[in-house]
């Protein structure tokens, strides 16, 4: 019994610092519409979070400021009224989203010049200059803070007020109200209904381009070529286009052709973003990660194309394969159709290590720096982060864990022997 208890004793400090350091350790998926869930006025708001994607982008992120607009003003804005875009709906929202804690101490504390403080909406690579971003200001006089655009445009609403304080988890998360949805600088939310058809037949631009024959009697037997033509209004289409060459070069193990035909479909479909991005965009894109029309149809996250820069050129990787542009087709806001050097062939139908992958020919003209994109939160994680000034993204979090706790509990036992 002595033994034992002399066991016991030596082994409980350490059994608790484990026990201390796991519970520290433990990190619970966000849910932000599980967080607006409690407030019946902001279920507008949260449909249009978990509608638009965005809410499961806000599960990637470690440290975020979401301005929530109530259904009364919700209701009111042109932004439900007038039937925009599917994009535009997502920018405008994404615009609300601010890639930092502030908690109602911060707002108080902000300087009268105000803060200039970059969204979710900056990271699209779809905003013009710094008007991603938002600038916050406090006025003492009547304790009031107030979120306006950077630019000076007379389009509204283009600022809002602070109402209050919804939810705040320290140092990750804080959920404010505000009187009026914010419209970021260049954005019509008429676009899709004023903007001129444009009129281009997709087939007929990619047969005079030459060299995409295969890819333009594909598109029509499939389809999806009226789909894409449908999607000109709003924020445009970008459309990546193999070549004849590039289908020639599918290894046998893609079976392409055999693929049934809602299959062939979908796989044209992830050629296509919902955006249109002239070359100059695509070379100096913020977030890499881009959904395409695929991922519309199949749900977040999946789907997705990955676009960067590789010596010099833009390059698109698939998660299994990896392509190039080659050339441009047709450029004319709102449709952009790039030249492709390989099929774009997704894993969620193909499957990860199914497809043979060679280094892609890499053509075009150098592109300008690519601002590196913020570093994600570990993918369905959250909890408690340190204090401001020592914050930072978790990375790898899974296996830090184990190394470390494999040594509490060595150390433990070299304690309990000596």
Same mark, same amino acid.
């Given at each position: 019994?002595?033994v034992v208890s002399l066991?016991i004793?030596h082994f409980?400090?350490?059994l608790?610092?484990?026990l201390?350091?796991?519970?520290?350790?433990v990190?619970s998926?966000v849910?932000?519409t599980?967080?607006?869930?409690?407030?019946p006025?902001?279920?507008?708001f949260s449909t249009l979070?978990?509608?638009t994607?965005?809410?499961?982008?806000?599960s990637?992120r470690s440290?975020?400021?979401l301005?929530? &607009?109530?259904? #009364?003003f =919700?209701r009111? $804005?042109?932004?439900?009224?007038?039937?925009? %875009?599917?994009t535009?709906i +997502?920018?405008v929202i994404?615009?609300?989203?601010?890639l930092?804690?502030?908690?109602f101490?911060?707002?108080?504390?902000?300087p009268?010049?105000g803060k200039?403080?970059?969204?979710?909406?900056?990271?699209?690579?779809?905003a013009?200059?710094?008007?991603?971003s938002?600038?916050?200001?406090?006025?003492?006089?009547?304790?009031?803070t107030t979120?306006?655009s950077?630019?000076?445009y007379s389009q509204?609403?283009n600022n809002a007020?602070?109402?209050?304080?919804?939810?705040n988890?320290?140092?990750n998360?804080?959920?404010f109200s505000?009187n009026?949805l914010?419209?970021p600088?260049g954005?019509?939310?008429l676009a899709?209904?004023?903007r001129?058809?444009?009129?281009?037949?997709?087939s007929?631009a990619?047969?005079?381009?030459?060299?995409?024959n &295969?890819?333009? #009697?594909? =598109?029509?037997a $499939?389809?999806?070529?009226?789909?894409f033509? %449908?999607?000109?209004?709003g +924020?445009?289409?970008?459309?990546?286009?193999p070549?004849?060459?590039?289908f020639?070069?599918?290894?046998?193990t893609?079976?392409?052709?055999?693929l049934?035909?809602?299959?062939?479909a979908?796989?044209?479909r992830?050629h296509v973003?919902h955006s249109?991005y002239?070359?100059?965009?695509?070379?100096?894109?913020?977030n890499?990660v881009q959904?395409?029309l695929a991922t519309?149809?199949?749900?977040a996250?999946?789907f997705?194309?990955?676009i960067s820069?590789?010596?010099?050129?833009?390059?698109?990787n698939?998660g299994?394969i990896q392509?190039?542009v080659?050339q441009?087709v047709f450029?004319?806001?709102?449709?952009?159709i790039?030249?492709i050097?390989?099929?774009?062939l997704p894993k969620e139908?193909?499957g990860?290590n199914?497809?043979p992958?060679k280094?892609p020919?890499i053509?075009?003209?150098? $592109?300008?720096?690519?601002?590196t994109?913020p570093?994600?939160f570990p993918?369905?994680?959250?909890g408690?982060s340190s204090?401001?000034g020592?914050r930072e993204?978790?990375?790898?979090?899974?296996?830090t864990?184990?190394s470390?706790?494999?040594?509490?509990?060595?150390?433990?036992?070299?304690?309990v022997?000596v």
């Open positions: 019994m002595a066991f004793s409980t400090p350490i608790s610092l484990y201390l350091f796991h519970s520290t350790t990190i998926a849910n932000i599980h967080l607006l869930s409690p407030y006025d902001l279920s507008d979070l978990s509608t994607t965005v809410a499961a982008d806000l990637q440290s975020l400021t301005l929530a &607009v109530p259904n #009364s =919700l009111s $804005s042109d932004l439900l009224r007038r039937s925009p %875009s599917s535009n +997502a920018d994404r615009y609300h989203v601010l930092q804690y502030l908690s101490h911060d707002l108080s504390r902000l009268p010049s200039l403080i970059t969204t979710l909406f900056q990271t699209t690579g779809r013009t200059s710094n008007f991603g938002v600038n916050v200001t406090y006025d003492g006089e009547t304790n009031t979120v306006r950077p630019a000076a509204t609403p007020t602070v109402i209050s304080l919804i939810r988890l320290p140092y998360v804080s959920i505000v009026s914010i419209v600088y954005f019509d939310l899709s209904e004023t001129p058809p444009l009129g281009l037949n997709i007929e990619l047969i005079d381009g030459h060299n995409f &295969v890819a333009a #009697s594909m =598109l029509a $499939s389809g999806v070529v009226q789909e033509e %449908s999607d000109e209004g +924020a445009g289409i970008t459309l990546f286009v070549t004849d060459d590039a020639a070069d599918l290894p046998a893609a079976n392409f052709q055999s049934p035909a809602d299959k062939k979908d796989v044209l992830f973003l249109y002239p070359l100059g965009s695509l070379q100096s894109i913020v890499p959904p395409t519309e149809d199949k749900g996250g999946s997705t194309l990955n820069r590789v010596n010099g050129s833009v390059a698109i698939t299994i392509a190039s080659t441009t450029d004319q806001n709102p449709v952009a790039f030249g050097s390989r099929v774009l139908i193909f990860k199914a497809i992958e280094s020919p053509n075009g003209a150098p $592109s300008p720096v690519m601002s994109p570093l994600n993918p369905e994680l959250y408690p204090p401001p020592s993204e978790l990375r790898s979090s899974a296996t864990v184990r470390m706790n494999l040594g509490v509990l060595c150390i433990g036992l070299l304690y022997f």
